[in-house]
């Protein structure tokens, strides 16, 4: 793979992807928040009747939508929690590029007020949490610097700018400023002064057909004119929204640069295009990784020593536990064993104690003791030795050696022990919880290093291939409900429960979509999706039939069920007398068109053609996307039992090659058409 000569995010760049985002991005909400390495963020957003919103900010490198998904760390950084904590559920106001700068501000409504998220995609980048009032709150990079700084609490400030915001410009401001820098050439000049990079800088002056290499103080005024023409032009396609995005191939196929627009600079080499340039950006940056990725040798390395350090702490965590854990028990034991020779030791002690105060002195007492321990006399037979300096005896009982200091009664000797243990115990507790937070690092570190001696193997283009696996599908909005399509190619959608059976009455119904419900408590309600055209009669008995089967009555094993249709205007949040209808209820007004004794069955089929896949509802229904199908009714095998029988009938309609293909599907792609979970299988259409 070529070398990727992309480098940095221009202004151009960020104006643009902005340009785009805000339109996606405002008004959503903040699911959750990901933080993937050092730099990477990424934001799952959610948005009203959208698929989910995925936004990725890398300090200091882009920001874009991205359609993939990468593994996230077992244990989310610092950052990201504190992030969490003040984002999570929060609605996003709007986005915004400050000053033309390469700075981004993504605003949020939240429960503390109003916060901004600052990336800066200058330098090594940062990306800094600011309060209501202005103070940093978080940041990823806390540091002094010579012009501000990032710390907790200080207000926040941008870096001053280098450069003339190039939306405010004019053309004498413009002229003056190039003029002012003498026998500079005047490309260098350009991206300085309006901060536009050298690429850009290159483009404006192919553009304007100046000589990158002139001074600037030999530009003529209609020169500078044509400067000011082409910039205001660029300047007009990224507020405008007119872009052309694409991505810019080498001979070799491979990705070169992103761009929003065709530029001159690139005129001649093969261009992919896209329809939007975050989508560009992302497939460009995914390309990228896989090329850091082919070349992560030094990261293997680093991975490997950290790795093998964790094994050592873990290693020394393991010992230290050990030792916590029998001295635990050993001092334990130990009061336990004092207590249980109480009697004994206690008038021995209080014989050797008398013994003093008449004027023995200790050794001599000692000495005695020890001559009747040679006679097997008890306690006296437990003593090993006697330590004088510090009046302790040294005993052995049940093989267990322990001292008794004399000074202080048995019963705190005791005591001592089993206050030594708890704390070895609680210590053994930390030691623990120590040891299985550095495991949980281990593994994750071992993942790491896995995918990266992997990716190490693999050629770019294996890498893109499974990187692309995890790219993630967009969700149509019916995906959430159960829903089948009619023979007559009528998309049909019920509801699960009341939550969904209220979302799909209110949010997602039309007055020319026809509404049916059983008449059975608690049956989902079952929309027929019209989209401008008559519903024909077959869809109509279809979806009566699906109305009837994921009603009660077929968990309660009726043969059959009475349904009826509606449109929705006939259905209200009101009952007869004005009282209110229970979440996921609505009271119906007006003529019902009823259909009496609908038979109560189904059928579940398998595809074969590729990858194997699963449908289910009506039979015709079904029987209009395959010949490979089974019949179901009310019955009394449930759960897994007929989950696998179902699945057992469809594979054996399938020819032996495609049984092969297949492989083995799992019980549950067949779940969701299996009312309740409960029936049987019927060898006719019933």
């Known amino acids: 793979?070529?070398?990727?000569?992309?480098?940095?995010?221009?202004?151009?760049?960020?104006?643009?992807?902005?340009?785009?985002?805000?339109?996606?991005?405002?008004?959503?909400?903040?699911?959750?928040?990901?933080?993937?390495?050092?730099?990477?963020?990424?934001?799952?957003?959610?948005?009203?009747?959208?698929?989910?919103?995925?936004?990725?900010?890398?300090?200091?490198?882009?920001?874009?939508?991205?359609?993939?998904?990468?593994?996230?760390?077992?244990?989310?950084?610092?950052?990201?929690?504190?992030?969490?904590?003040?984002?999570r559920g929060a609605w996003v106001i709007g986005v915004e590029q400050y000053q033309f700068e390469r700075i981004v501000i993504v605003s949020f409504r939240t429960r503390l007020g109003a916060l901004r998220l600052v990336l800066e995609l200058f330098g090594d980048g940062n990306i800094i949490l600011v309060g209501e009032n202005g103070e940093i709150l978080q940041a990823l990079y806390f540091k002094r610097m010579r012009d501000r700084n990032i710390l907790r609490n200080e207000v926040f400030q941008f870096p001053p700018s280098s450069s003339k915001n190039p939306f405010k410009v004019t053309m004498q401001e413009l002229e003056e400023s190039l003029r002012g820098q003498g026998e500079v050439e005047v490309v260098r000049a350009t991206a300085r002064l309006l901060g536009v990079g050298g690429l850009y800088a290159e483009e404006i002056l192919l553009r304007a057909n100046v000589e990158k290499t002139r001074r600037c103080d030999t530009l003529t005024k209609e020169e500078v004119a044509g400067i000011f023409g082409v910039l205001q032009g660029l300047l007009s396609s990224v507020s405008g929204g007119n872009l052309e995005p694409c991505i810019v191939l080498g001979e070799d196929g491979s990705?070169?640069?992103?761009?929003?627009?065709?530029?001159?600079?690139?005129?001649?080499?093969?261009?992919?295009?896209?329809?939007?340039?975050?989508?560009?950006?992302?497939?460009?940056?995914?390309?990228?990784?896989?090329?850091?990725?082919?070349?992560?040798?030094?990261?293997?390395?680093?991975?490997?020593?950290?790795?093998?350090r964790l094994k050592r702490v873990i290693s020394d965590q393991e010992k230290s536990l050990s030792e916590d854990e029998r001295k635990a028990e050993r001092d334990k034991l130990i009061g336990d064993t004092i207590y249980a020779h109480f009697n004994e030791l206690q008038e021995f002690q209080d014989k050797l104690l008398n013994a003093n105060k008449t004027g023995k002195d200790w050794n001599t007492l000692i000495a005695e003791a020890l001559a009747a321990k040679k006679s097997g006399k008890t306690p006296e037979a437990y003593i090993e030795s006697f330590d004088s300096k510090n009046l302790a005896l040294n005993l052995c009982i049940e093989d267990l050696r322990f001292s008794v200091n004399l000074r202080r009664s048995l019963f705190d000797n005791a005591s001592e022990y089993y206050e030594r243990g708890k704390k070895a115990k609680q210590k053994a507790a930390g030691a623990l919880a120590a040891l299985e937070d550095s495991k949980k690092k281990l593994a994750?570190?071992?993942?790491?290093?896995?995918?990266?001696?992997?990716?190490?193997?693999?050629?770019?283009a294996q890498i893109v291939e499974a990187l692309a696996k995890r790219k993630v599908e967009s969700r149509e909005w019916f995906e959430k409900f159960r829903l089948f399509v009619s023979s007559d190619g009528f998309l049909v959608v019920a509801g699960k429960d009341a939550v969904s059976n209220e979302v799909l009455i209110k949010r997602y119904t039309t007055q020319e979509d026809v509404v049916f419900h059983a008449e059975v408590s608690g049956a989902p309600f079952v929309v027929v999706k019209a989209e401008g055209k008559a519903v024909?009669?077959?869809?109509?008995?279809?979806?009566?039939?699906?109305?009837?089967?994921?009603?009660?009555?077929?968990?309660?094993?009726?043969?059959?069920?009475?349904?009826?249709?509606?449109?929705?205007?006939?259905?209200?949040?009101?009952?007869?007398?004005?009282?209110?209808?229970?979440?996921?209820?609505?009271?119906?007004?007006?003529?019902?068109?009823?259909?009496?004794?609908?038979?109560?069955?189904?059928?579940?089929?398998?595809?074969?053609?590729?990858?194997?896949?699963?449908?289910?509802?009506?039979?015709?229904?079904?029987?209009?996307?395959?010949?490979?199908?089974?019949?179901?009714?009310?019955?009394?095998?449930?759960?897994?039992?007929?989950?696998?029988?179902?699945?057992?009938?469809?594979?054996?309609?399938?020819?032996?090659?495609?049984?092969?293909?297949?492989?083995?599907?799992?019980?549950?792609?067949?779940?969701?058409?299996?009312?309740?979970?409960?029936?049987?299988?019927?060898?006719?259409?019933?």
């Open 1 to 87: 793979m070529q070398a990727l000569r992309k480098k940095e995010f221009t202004s151009f760049d960020i104006a643009s992807a902005i340009q785009e985002l805000k339109k996606i991005i405002a008004d959503s909400r903040v699911n959750n928040i990901y933080q993937y390495s050092e730099k990477t963020l990424l934001f799952k957003f959610h948005k009203i009747d959208k698929p989910p919103i995925r936004l990725v900010m890398e300090a200091g490198r882009r920001i874009h939508l991205t359609v993939y998904a990468e593994e996230s760390p077992l244990t989310p950084p610092a950052f990201c929690m504190a992030l969490r904590k003040y984002l």
């Open 536 to 686: 024909s009669e077959q869809t109509l008995r279809e979806a009566g039939e699906f109305a009837a089967s994921f009603s009660r009555a077929w968990r309660e094993g009726a043969g059959s069920a009475d349904v009826y249709w509606v449109r929705l205007d006939q259905l209200s949040k009101s009952g007869p007398s004005g009282e209110s209808v229970p979440h996921g209820a609505f009271a119906v007004v007006g003529k019902r068109n009823w259909t009496r004794s609908v038979p109560l069955k189904l059928a579940v089929g398998i595809t074969g053609d590729g990858q194997v896949g699963f449908v289910g509802g009506p039979i015709d229904a079904v029987r209009a996307k395959t010949k490979a199908y089974v019949f179901i009714v009310p019955g009394d095998v449930a759960g897994k039992e007929i989950l696998k029988q179902v699945l057992r009938s469809l594979m054996l309609k399938l020819p032996k090659e495609q049984r092969e293909k297949a492989g083995k599907p799992s019980i549950e792609q067949i779940r969701e058409f299996i009312p309740y979970t409960k029936a049987r299988i019927s060898q006719k259409e019933a």
């Open 444 to 460: 994750g570190i071992e993942q790491q290093l896995h995918e990266a001696e992997e990716l190490k193997s693999l050629k770019p």
């Open 255 to 308: 990705y070169i640069d992103a761009m929003p627009f065709r530029l001159l600079r690139y005129e001649g080499f093969k261009v992919q295009c896209y329809d939007s340039f975050n989508l560009a950006l992302d497939e460009f940056y995914l390309r990228v990784t896989a090329a850091e990725k082919a070349l992560a040798s030094v990261e293997v390395d680093k991975l490997r020593q950290e790795a093998e």
